[in-house]
């Protein structure tokens, strides 16, 4: 079908595929609260507790761990060389940080997060209900030997372009379930090959994400021993991602940042499907409120976050319908159509979207490992535009100023999400890092 977005400052250049903000007009004061929304505050709470019991199993599976008493945690990196290749040196931008979950332990990308947490949180339940753990029991029993071989009776599947992937199938091959990975076309090659040597069944389409998504589900519905993780609709993967926002705020106290109505928090995460960023900008609201700022970010022809929202729609909207391409080099967010479910907790809550070109992707991954050695993929290196979209735009102006917060960019905290990299072959990384140089002249 084709759609025809509403008049918004951001429309033409979001539909020549030029980078772009949008700001969300739904946006509401104390939106966490806002009745209706499909989920409740004190369920990020919940995950959190639930992070905490699975410590003791997750150090099990994955001695990696072990350092950290079998928490999936990431440095908090304060850009102090990096923003001045990036051109923040000005005071307006505060102080700018890099979440680094780019190198998260396990699956390398936020996605550990996710995937991880809900593979071992339905482990949990399918061992307490045929009585192998008992409620409040020692949860490394999951690891034992008449666990593994219920485990191995089942199928852990999921619908990926190639990060939820990597982070399900791990999950579930440590725990003994068999893995199947339905893999989209944008997948990139290196992802598929890790994911064998895992022992991970891959099933290729040459399609889009929404299409490898769909045949997985399909998949599970017809077989009863299939559990589908579902990445468009599901709340177990969406409150994993939530808990990283504890994990942040403990970060920014020891670094002596803070966050309320005169130290405003910007956040910068980018987007595929919704899940992940959403997750952690809703457990963000949940902790900081409206302190906390927390904006999108999706490649020029694959906004599908900003062509739903901006649309206003009811139904879907992909950016195929607005005559977008779907096609990046950033693999991670080559998505046509957004989470419904993301949308619908998202509408009071998100400041706004942006859009990025592939090769600023490529610039600031070289700028990133060239200043401060971060490791990253292209669509993780999305969110340092932010600063500049924030500070500096027409836009970001406009929404500074209806938010009262003209004169307190100086106090601000800006937080880049990056969300993968750790995992990428070295020459694959290689390739990356040439193609930035030649971008910036390096």
Not at 29 to 46: C, F, M, N, Y
Not at 78 to 106: H, I, S, T
Not at 128 to 133: M, T, V, W
Not at 212 to 218: D, K, M, S, W
Request: proline fraction near 5%; charged fraction near 20%.
């Amino acid at each position: 079908m084709s759609v025809q977005l509403p008049d918004d400052p951001a429309r033409d250049d979001v539909l020549a595929g030029r980078p772009a903000l949008w700001l969300n007009p739904g946006l509401k004061a104390d939106g966490i609260a806002e009745p209706g929304l499909p989920v409740r505050a004190a369920q990020v709470a919940e995950a959190e507790t639930n992070w905490q019991r699975l410590a003791p199993l997750l150090q099990t599976c994955f001695p990696e761990l072990a350092a950290a008493g079998g928490r999936i945690q990431s440095a908090l990196i304060e850009a102090k060389a990096l923003r001045n290749a990036l051109g923040y040196q000005g005071a307006d931008y505060g102080r700018v940080f890099v979440k680094a979950d780019g190198d998260l332990p396990v699956a390398g990308s936020i996605k550990a997060r996710g995937g991880v947490y809900e593979v071992f949180m339905h482990a949990l339940k399918m061992a307490e209900k045929r009585g192998i753990l008992t409620p409040g029991g020692d949860v490394t029993v999951l690891a034992g030997e008449q666990a593994r071989a219920l485990f191995a009776q089942h199928t852990i599947a999921v619908g990926s372009t190639g990060n939820l992937g990597l982070s399900v199938g791990i999950a579930a091959r440590a725990l003994g379930f068999r893995a199947v990975v339905h893999m989209s076309a944008d997948a990139k090659q290196w992802k598929v090959e890790r994911l064998t040597r895992l022992g991970v069944e891959v099933v290729r389409h040459q399609a889009d994400y929404t299409t490898a998504v769909e045949h997985a589900r399909i998949d599970a519905e017809a077989d009863p021993s299939i559990y589908f993780v579902d990445d468009e609709r599901s709340q177990m993967l969406f409150f994993g991602y939530s808990a990283a926002a504890r994990e942040l705020a403990a970060q920014l106290d020891a670094a002596g940042v803070t966050v309320d109505a005169e130290h405003p928090l910007f956040i910068y995460l980018p987007c595929g499907i919704g899940g992940a960023p959403g997750g952690a900008a809703y457990g963000l609201k949940a902790i900081f409120g409206d302190a906390a700022h927390a904006f999108f970010v999706e490649p020029v022809q694959s906004p599908c976050a900003l062509v739903h929202m901006m649309s206003g729609a009811a139904e879907l909207v992909s950016v195929y319908d607005v005559g977008l391409s779907n096609r990046t080099e950033a693999d991670g967010m080559a998505v046509a159509r957004m989470s419904e479910f993301v949308a619908e907790v998202m509408r009071p809550l998100l400041s706004g979207v942006f859009t990025v070109a592939d090769d600023d992707l490529f610039r600031w991954l070289w700028q990133a490992h060239s200043t401060q050695a971060i490791r990253l993929e292209p669509s993780a290196a999305a969110g340092f535009a932010g600063p500049e979209f924030v500070v500096a735009s027409p836009r970001g102006r406009d929404y500074l100023r209806a938010h009262g917060l003209r004169d307190k960019a100086a106090q601000a905290t800006h937080v880049v999400w990056t969300t993968g990299g750790a995992f990428v072959p070295e020459q694959q990384f290689q390739q990356f890092l040439q193609r930035g140089a030649a971008l910036v002249g390096g």
